[in-house]
């Protein structure tokens, strides 16, 4: 469902300032079947600043709807957010078969190259982001490996009319589990009206901050731009050692929800072809034989 791309350039908005942000971006719906719905956010839109993300998708699924299907070159992560309803079938090629709950993540390095399959169970209603998430070339072909965080093993973070999930990574002092692959945190936030919430971002790090619902208004560097609901921006910092602080705030008279991911850029070029992301279309050809000879493993 994704077509082949490679990355830009990175965004020069502001040579001024030691980051730069894009303009605030709506998503692309997606649908498929009767029972998948999403908006879809791709890297291309992002001048480079979305690095190292590929591609994210807020969706809805509530029926199977993609069956087994390869990965490599990448890691493809799932967050569920607590409102989803019901069990979120997980397996995979290195012999997982267990059910997701509400409010899980499921990390999935597919380095070489595995074979995945995740679907509702029946009657679920499952509410998430679906992630891909570059690697770099020197772990392109490294042995795949997971993570799965149960939402009641991250920590949260609550003050000032914040609840903020630790999916991964830390903030304010406050740590959850790491991942598989390159650092990063994923933040899952709800913010009450007129509150403010505060991230710092480490030297060099890229961002990715989504309104899921509601109103925000983002806030560093002295630079500020409001997001409204289904609007997202990328956050690239110009520098390897200052560290720029992100203020979100909900300016509105309800509660808002966001996302918010961080992590270093990989900065290098990239090809994606579906669940494939390489360095070269030579790669790409190679991993597209070695799953069609079943070289990508199987499912039990």
């Known amino acids: 469902m994704h077509t082949t791309s490679k990355s830009a350039g990175k965004s020069a908005l502001n040579l001024a300032s030691p980051v730069n942000f894009t303009s605030a971006k709506y998503g692309k719906a997606l649908e498929i079947g009767s029972g998948f719905t999403a908006m879809t956010f791709k890297e291309k839109d992002y001048s480079g600043s979305m690095d190292p993300l590929v591609m994210v998708d807020h969706y809805r699924m509530t029926a199977p709807t993609f069956g087994p299907h390869p990965h490599a070159g990448l890691s493809a992560v799932s967050v569920l957010f607590e409102d989803s309803d019901g069990l979120f079938h997980n397996r995979d090629s290195l012999g997982n078969d267990f059910d997701l709950m509400p409010g899980d993540l499921y990390w999935l390095k597919a380095g070489a190259g595995v074979i995945h399959d995740e679907s509702p169970r029946q009657g679920a209603k499952i509410h998430g982001l679906q992630v891909f998430v570059n690697l770099p070339s020197a772990d392109k072909k490294s042995e795949p490996s997971y993570l799965h965080v149960r939402a009641q093993d991250m920590p949260v973070y609550e003050e000032h009319g914040g609840r903020i999930r630790i999916v991964l990574g830390e903030t304010n002092g406050i740590s959850g589990q790491q991942a598989p692959a390159s650092p990063m945190t994923i933040l899952d936030g709800r913010i009450d009206a007129q509150s403010t919430f505060s991230h710092q971002l480490k030297g060099g790090e890229n961002a990715w901050l989504y309104a899921i619902k509601g109103e925000l208004d983002m806030a560093i560097c002295e630079q500020e731009i409001n997001l409204l609901a289904g609007q997202s921006i990328a956050i690239s910092s110009s520098g390897e050692t200052s ?33 494939f992301v390489m360095n070269t279309e030579v790669e790409i050809a190679q991993v597209e034989a070695d799953f069609s000879a079943g070289k990508l493993g199987h499912l039990k």
Request: aromatic residues 10%.
């Open 243 to 275: 560290l720029n602080t992100v203020r979100v705030s909900n300016s509105g008279n309800q509660q808002a929800h966001f996302a918010l991911f961080a992590g270093k850029p990989i900065a290098e070029d990239f090809i994606q072809k579906g669940p």
